[in-house]
């Protein structure tokens, strides 16, 4: 239909895409009084994936923001009718996951422990209360389950139309039949759109274009990796015994859920192999469109579904439908500015979640566009985890084989993708296969997780107790701490800023002082100006103008992206390269790393010579390689940056030379378990942006009065203010030990809680077993209004929560292992 209005020419915010979460942001700008809202569609309003979504909205999250951010979903899609007047079909008739299995059962009982602290209320039930709630499932072999009463369902279009009419109530103008051609960008910044009616200048632009949306970001050199793939319900004839008050039921075990739906039931699966649809583009005149049912397809899934819920067998099967929706390599949504423009912003690639996720969604990315910055920790679905090379369509087209599958499959410790690896490989890649090396993927880097002994199989079996790298893990600790070990930590990020003013520049980034003599290297953090942490990381001063910024391999392009950013609002003379592809990087960890070393490089490594903090130019073989005496397991040991060319060679040596130092290799998983015993903190676990140093127990690296200061020193020092004369940080980090050191001890992962005499006042934010402790460690924040004082730690009894089973525990604030760092200083 060809359209019959004209656009405005100016907008502060324009959004591309009118499906619920086009919609659900123009609301929520709105209510915030940002009214000059223009939301273009190119078709009709939901016309894309969000008509046919099943509207499941399920509030039990993999982290506390998220989950909030889906309970807010669930409390303002029931009061959206009584604010526009549109009703939305939302009801709270709860949900329940079952069983198959007692490893299911782990999880959804670890999932409960976890939903209760994040203030959700989860019932655990027997199969016999599972019957009683839905009873017309077959539960002879269902070994448990849990329930969440607030758990709702909503219809899409009608949801999705509120939000609509809420935003339009209160100024935002949308347009359908209006599709932007191109996004308009000038000196790095979005300034507008292109539609075939005119162009639109805005201050931000915000892709919310569903699984168009890669192309769109594409034409403008930004990268949103995702790919549609087909997604499969049925809904069955009117089944005349359904109750109407039916809870939503997950069967993860099967890959499905199920849904009253007037009368019907809605049966929807999340198969393991699924199906990449869109290959060669999406059609131009796509709308309301449906893809070809695909029998052969669902049938497995359709056969347990009627063993599982016998009155299908009889019920008439009234639709098989099957409908596009956008998948990302990690299954979790993309959200906020786009590091490649500024003043772009995004909102995409929901994973089937789009429905429950937009709510919350709108109301954060609202408050991002207007304030420059997230309100909350969104780590996880900022857009700034993305690595560019994941744009590729191939790399996209086969993940997504796996992705969708994923979201039912059991969410095991230590998953490693099946599809699309390979993408990333250090120049060491097939001589640590030859050795045994077991890989897992990071940032699409392929790196050792674990050797497996010679005759054993470099595979991964997964479980929530030990694994079965549990020994091969715990002898390459015992080579850490005993003799000498290799870890191949190529896919660390390597930036080397340089410049007149480069060392102003980060200066002002690092809390730490960067003005130090050449070769010092120098732990810091990076922050906001709310003294959150941004990024954790090393620099090390390699000339007068010349630095070399080392970051983990998932912070990459957030840490880049702060680079540029911070460059570019500098008035001065200083550039970033990203040399990560060009530098390997060998751990040489382990008290005979000194010897082994001296041996190949005839340095003087003694402690005068080269102390703990200092890198330097040092040979070995042919090549010249930069040693820097730093660490990460808690040991006496150099990290060696070898250029990409030389690394075989060094690395030969390293072998050959070792053979007499004991020298091993040792993957990511001992590393990890190192790490957690010494207490090294991790960004993204366990530190972030709404953590400060001064809770993370790291406001040693703050160097106060450094001229100029650093960006967040201000919030650090009204903080600690709060603290004098005699009053605690309400909010501190805390090393934890399980009590129990069996071999039945549970292993801690992530959001375990932390409980005080009977009370939760925190949770686990990284864990491990402690091979050299032979402990059960984690470590995580915890709060106290009065102040987390040493009193108030010693004085109360603490346990951890592991699946709604509570285990004794002892917490401090040091490190387990070595706290006085006699070993990385030995
Ligand atoms: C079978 C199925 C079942 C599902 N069940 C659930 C569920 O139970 N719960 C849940 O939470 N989620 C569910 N989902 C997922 C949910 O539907 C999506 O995550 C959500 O609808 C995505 O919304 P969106 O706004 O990002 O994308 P869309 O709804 O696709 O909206 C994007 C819009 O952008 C427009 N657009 C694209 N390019 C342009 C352009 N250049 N100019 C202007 N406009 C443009 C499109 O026309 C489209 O209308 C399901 C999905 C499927 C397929």
Redesign the pocket.
Known sequence: MPPSHSVPDRAGVVI???????CSLAYHLTKIGLTDVVL????KL?????W??????GQLRATRNLTELARYSADLYGSLEAETGQATGFKQNGSISVANNLERLEELRRGASMGRQFGLRIDSLEPGEIKERWPLLEVSDIVGGVYLPKDGQTN?IDTANALAKGAKQRGARIFEH???MRVLTEKGRAIGVRTAQGDIRADSVVI?????SHG?AADVGVALPLHAAE???IVTEPIAALPRNLPVLRVQDECAYYKEDAGKILM?CFEPVAKPWGLEGIPEDFCFDTLPADHEHFEPILRAAMRRVPILTDAGIQLF?N???SFTPDDRYYLGETPEVRGLFVA?G?N???????GGMGKVLAQWIVDGHPPMDLSDVDVRRVMPFQANRRYLRDRTVETLGLLYAMHWPHYQYRSARGARRTPLHDRLLAAGACMGEAAGWERPNWFAAPGSNPEYRYSYGRQNWFEACESEVRAVQGGVALFDQTCFAKFLVQGRDALRLLNRMSTAQIDVAMGKVVYTQWLNARGGIEADLTVTRLAEQEFLVVTSAACQTRDLSRLKLEISRQDGHASVTDVTPGIAMLGLMGPNSRELLTALSRADLSNQAHPFGWSREIEIGYARVRAARITYVGELGWELYVSAEHCLDVYERLIDAGAAFGLRLAGYHAMAACRVEKGYRHWGHDLGDEDTPLEAGLAFTCAWDKPGGFIGREALLAQRQQTIPKRALTKRMVQVQLLDDSAAAPLLYHEEPIVRDGQTVGSIRSGAWGHRLAKSLGMGYVTCPDGVSQDWLDSGRWEIEVGCVRHPAIVQLQAWYDPRNERINA
């Open positions: 591309i895409g009118g499906g619920i979460a086009g273009l569609e190119r078709k939901t016309c894309g994936t969000t046919h979504a099943a509207g499941l909205v899409p209006t599709p932007v919310c274009g569903g699984m168009w769109l997604h499969f319900y929807g439908f409908g596009p929706e995409s929901f089937s979640v789009g429905i429950a996720g937009s």
